[in-house]
């Protein structure tokens, strides 16, 4: 073959495409591509041929292409290129100065200045051997840095087993960004022995291995694995370590295990040095019909107790073939959750119990067909008392049957039916009254009369219920039984007008609306309470029919409900900017059905209920509620809270709250004030505006404060706290969060948590995410994970 100067060569094994070799023929007998109709635009499709990962069977069947300054060789023996060479094949690209192609062989070599990208990964040295096919061979003094992690590092020569695994001699690793100036070293380093890539396992296996940070390094480990992407697998997890003001020092080593695709576990041996030692497994799995999780933990002897301890917590969720069994859906789930003690919210405040006192059980079988729906339930609780904040254990429910109808636009009618039937276990002497059966129904027939700016809703109820008791009532009834009719009669109306406040134009609407309810008086007061609570007072229960909840108590009324609302809303978006409102209820007759141990209701006016929610920009958000007592002049509950997020990694929020104490006391009410926040301390000393996000700041790295303050007033003392601090240094972070839990009323637990996040590789410490996550509204990770970039990313 003659030497060619800057030319191309390309040797094509597949034959061409019959497209191609047609529109060749017709242009050399001088017609064109219109001529035979080869006109139409031009359209994207999606094609086989760009495929991340491409199967071994078509690596031999693709073309190679290679170009350079002097080309030349003998045909389908040997392939020369000098000057600027590249050779391309599939998702292997290789440039060097010289680049030498033996065709039989299916071997590369290169010489100077080498450059390999293989799927993205990228390797650069002074000496290549590859066969491009099989991806196997040799790389000399190299440096590498892999796609998926944008990690990387030097060796002295890595050896290509395939294109998946690779292995290199005296290496170096870290995923930080290298700079190019001398004496540049990383925060963190890897050096190992050997260190071997899967990238099809995505993972990394180091021998004789040593972690450096800030210059400071690790004793040598014989074998350290992490991982090369976000996917799971086998192997320890770095330990986690923290002081606690109850547990003393906490550290817990964990063991993950991957199970399959759709299954893992957890293993979390635990050593508190106040307590001993806790063993945490945690089990997951997930298939097409059903999914599910259980944590099981146990602590053969609690030094702080002189008890073992023990937890279980699971989860089971199931769908079933509804068409078999004639429906249209059918369902299950069961939740499982049980400590060992009373005591167990306060001593392991960090367990999927977390500080619930009430541990439900109960599985549920849920179905549905056409316009009826039902579930089949058990439900028993776990009620963990404490002596200075006694709970009165609710009922369990063995069993509760419900089926459901509903009905609607049925010839300008909505009717619906809901019936309850439920079995109610208690201790009899604790609860004051005996167990029993309730049967209840709840018939409701509606005639909507709409328009676009008005609408009236007359609705008839009727509640019938039935009893049967283990032991009689004080009356020496061992059954009874209820019915009360209920009208009422929703009205309303929307106008809106074009408007235009702080030189911004809105669509604003005033929305009154008028809801009357009339139930007549039924005696009650000899009917045991299983289940029925008053409804709090708010705007979602106004405009109600019920003043309780459940289905023992049906309240007698005959009110009015007057209110009205006004929004401001964007024209062009949609977006709601502000919404007031204003409700109050009109009584003309006492409401004489009442609770155990309450008073009727005599009021003639209730409280007014105002409230009000401002979104006047994306950046800050009001919302208020204030309920006022007429009669005394005076609040008698009061929420504010307030938002504050300009941006990314930058949130402000607090809250003020007030609640009046039911009867007459020396103090005036619970208050309380609740702050949490996040936010770059770089904009304190004056590059505000620099920064690009975590990982990507400029300049350095980036300090950024978090915290929650929940301060009682009344009691002038921090009721929950979580103060910390974050860096992030680009390829490491930097945690340190002090967390204060009340665990009862003059006793709390207090725990400071460190950890050292080296990014894309590990961490070390007891991690703080969930306590920043469950405290510090809309809190963002510094790091959040992400699905591994494509190899077309990085394609030369």
Request: proline share 6%; with cysteine; net charge neutral.
């Amino acid at each position: 073959m003659p030497d060619l100067t800057r030319a191309a060569w390309r040797r094509c094994r597949p034959p061409l495409p019959l497209a191609v070799l047609s529109l060749a023929l017709l242009q050399a007998h001088g017609a064109s591509a219109q001529d035979a109709g080869l006109d139409a635009p031009l359209t994207l499709k999606r094609t086989p041929q760009l495929v991340e990962t491409i199967p071994q069977a078509q690596r031999g069947q693709l073309p190679s292409f290679v170009d350079g300054d002097r080309i030349s060789g003998r045909p389908d023996l040997e392939t020369v290129v000098e000057g600027n060479a590249s050779l391309r094949r599939g998702e292997t690209v290789i440039h060097a100065d010289r680049l030498e192609y033996y065709q039989p062989d299916d071997l590369a070599k290169a010489r100077g200045n080498v450059r390999v990208n293989q799927a993205g990964n990228v390797y650069e040295g002074p000496e290549l051997e590859l066969k491009l096919e099989t991806f196997e061979g040799f790389f000399n003094n190299v440096r590498y840095r892999f796609l998926a992690t944008g990690g990387g590092g030097d060796a002295e020569r890595i050896d290509f087993v395939d294109s998946n695994i690779s292995v290199a001699r005296r290496a170096t690793y870290t995923t930080c960004r290298r700079e190019d100036y001398p004496g540049w070293m990383p925060a963190w380093l890897l050096s190992a022995a050997t260190l071997t890539t899967d990238t099809e396992e995505n993972v990394g296996v180091a021998t004789d291995a040593r972690l450096s940070f800030m210059g400071i390094s690790t004793p040598p480990f014989p074998s350290l694995s992490f991982p090369l992407g976000n996917d799971r697998k086998s192997g320890w997890l770095p330990p986690t370590i923290g002081i606690d003001s109850v547990n003393g020092v906490d550290i817990t080593a964990p063991y993950y295990w991957n199970i399959a695709p759709n299954r893992d576990a957890t293993f979390y041996p635990n050593l508190m040095s106040k307590r001993g030692v806790n063993l945490g497994t945690e089990f997951r799995y997930l298939e097409e019909k059903y999914n599910g999780e259980a944590r099981v933990d146990y602590m053969p002897t609690d030094s702080l107790r002189n008890r073992k301890r023990w937890g279980i917590w699971t989860h089971h969720q199931q769908t079933f073939d509804a068409k078999s069994y004639g429906l249209d859906s059918l369902g299950a789930t069961i939740n499982f959750n049980r400590v060992s003690d009373d005591d167990y919210w306060r001593d392991f405040t960090r367990t999927p119990s977390l500080t619930q006192r009430l541990l439900s059980n109960d599985a549920s079988l849920n179905w549905s067909k056409g316009d009826w729906s039902g579930a089949a339930r058990t439900l028993s609780y776990q009620t963990l008392q404490y002596a200075p904040s006694p709970i009165l254990p609710p009922y369990d429910r063995l069993p509760q049957i419900t089926a459901n109808y509903n009905k609607y636009d049925w010839h300008g009618f909505d009717f619906s039916l809901n019936t309850d039937y439920t079995r109610f276990r208690a201790d009899p002497v604790q609860q004051g009254q005996p167990n029993g059966e309730r049967v209840f129904a709840l018939a409701s027939l509606s005639r909507p009369f709409l328009t676009p700016g008005t609408f009236v809703i007359p609705k008839v109820q009727l509640h019938t219920t039935s009893y049967q008791f283990e032991a009689p009532l004080a009356n020496g009834a061992s059954s009874a039984s209820r019915t009360v009719p209920t009208f009422s009669l929703d009205s309303g109306m929307i106008f809106e007008r074009d408007a235009n406040f702080f030189g911004r134009a809105f669509r604003q609407t005033l929305e009154p609306r008028a809801f009357y309810v009339y139930t007549p008086y039924r005696d009650q007061s000899l009917l045991p309470n299983y289940d029925s609570a008053s409804n709090d007072f708010n705007f979602a229960t106004v405009y109600t029919e019920n003043a309780f909840s459940g289905n023992d108590r049906i309240s007698d009324s005959n009110l009015l409900t007057l209110g009205v609302t006004t929004r401001l809303i964007d024209p062009e978006s949609g977006a709601e900017a502000a919404r007031f409102g204003i409700a109050q209820r009109l009584r003309f007759s006492d409401q004489r059905v009442t609770l155990p141990n309450t008073t009727a209701v005599t009021d003639r006016l209730s409280d007014v209920l105002l409230g009000a929610q401002i979104n006047w920009t994306p950046k800050w958000s009001v919302d208020t509620t204030l309920q006022y007592n007429p009669d005394d002049h005076k609040s008698t509950r009061t929420g504010i809270s307030a938002r504050y997020n300009p941006g990314s990694y930058r949130n402000i929020s607090a809250a003020y709250r007030y609640q009046a104490n039911s009867t007459p006391t020396a103090t005036d009410g619970n208050k309380s004030i609740d702050v949490s926040w996040q936010w770059p301390l770089n904009d304190l000393w004056g590059d505000k505006g620099q920064d690009l996000g975590p990982g990507r700041g400029q300049g350095g790295g980036r300090w950024y404060a978090v915290g929650r303050l929940n301060y009682s007033l009344q009691d002038r003392k921090l009721t929950d706290g979580v103060l910390g601090f974050e860096y992030d240094g680009c390829c490491w972070i930097g945690r340190v969060v002090l967390e204060r839990i009340s665990t009862g009323q003059v006793t709390a637990a207090t725990r400071i948590m460190f950890q050292l996040e080296f990014v894309g590789f590990a961490a070390i410490g007891s991690s703080p995410k969930r306590t920043l996550t469950q405290n510090i509204q809309r809190y963002q990770p510094l790091r959040q994970p992400v699905a591994a970039p494509s190899r077309f990313t990085n394609y030369d």
